[in-house]
């Protein structure tokens, strides 16, 4: 099984409304990153948390970290139409340089 | 400034025939990705170079080659392909490896199908 697991699976709102997504991970870990993909495209990179840090702000993202529980949510504030796509966490295992990816979270804003 | 350059965008390949997908990265990074990406599963990583001279397998290597053939360029080659292989590959690349905390930046991907 995958190194991350996203919860939920899909999710669907509307503009304005916040989207909270959840990664779950197995082993120890350097950082945790978040990665956005819009449907046919390439990834692209979000917010970086370092595994001393608990909690980091970018813009309309934030991103808590919880290594005792091996857990990181996602907060998208005041969601837009533009941020419908995929949402990735990838996780930097600890002592080498593999970056894991989970399974995704496909998030519908409506306008 | 290209970033990542995957190339070819499609191909279609019959079982057994064999290939090399190319990857170029034009930002000066020291290391280099390969996933595959399949409905429902997420990326997986294929191999990676975690600096020009080596290589290390990743979490489904099982079929593929790959060669750093300098800073900028990582390839991967299918042998003998199969249709498990049909997927989306992604390359990527990153200032330095995961380690050191460097986000990766995404080619466009290969859609390749294996018949």
């Given amino acids: 099984s995958q190194q991350g697991e996203e919860d939920p699976q899909a999710l669907s709102i509307q503009e304005g409304e916040n989207a909270t997504m959840n990664c779950s991970y197995k082993t120890s870990i350097n950082n945790l990153q978040w990665y956005r993909q819009n449907s046919g495209r390439g990834l692209v990179h979000l917010i970086l948390i370092r595994s001393n840090e608990r909690e980091k702000h970018s813009g309309r993202l934030r991103v808590t970290l919880d290594t005792s529980k091996k857990s990181s949510s996602l907060l998208i504030t005041a969601s837009r139409a533009a941020d419908t796509a995929s949402y990735f966490c990838a996780t930097g295992l600890l002592g080498t340089d593999k970056l894991i990816f989970g399974t995704g979270t496909r998030l519908q804003v409506f306008p | ?115």
Wanted: glycine fraction near 8%; aromatic fraction near 10%; hydrophobic fraction near 25%.
């Fill in chain 2, 1 to 115: 400034n290209a970033g990542v350059t995957q190339t070819p965008k499609f191909q279609v390949l019959k079982t057994g025939q064999s290939m090399t997908l190319q990857c170029a990265q034009d930002m000066n990074h020291n290391s280099m990705y390969w996933y595959r990406q399949d409905p429902g599963m997420g990326l997986r990583l294929i191999y990676y170079s975690a600096s020009e001279g080596t290589t290390d397998k990743g979490e489904v290597p099982n079929g593929y080659n790959v060669s750093r053939l300098n800073k900028r360029e990582f390839s991967l080659r299918l042998e003998s392909a199969a249709p498990s292989q049909t997927s989306v590959y992604f390359c990527a690349s990153s200032t330095r490896g995961s380690s050191y905390n460097s986000p990766l930046h995404f080619g466009n991907g290969t859609r390749l199908t294996v018949t």
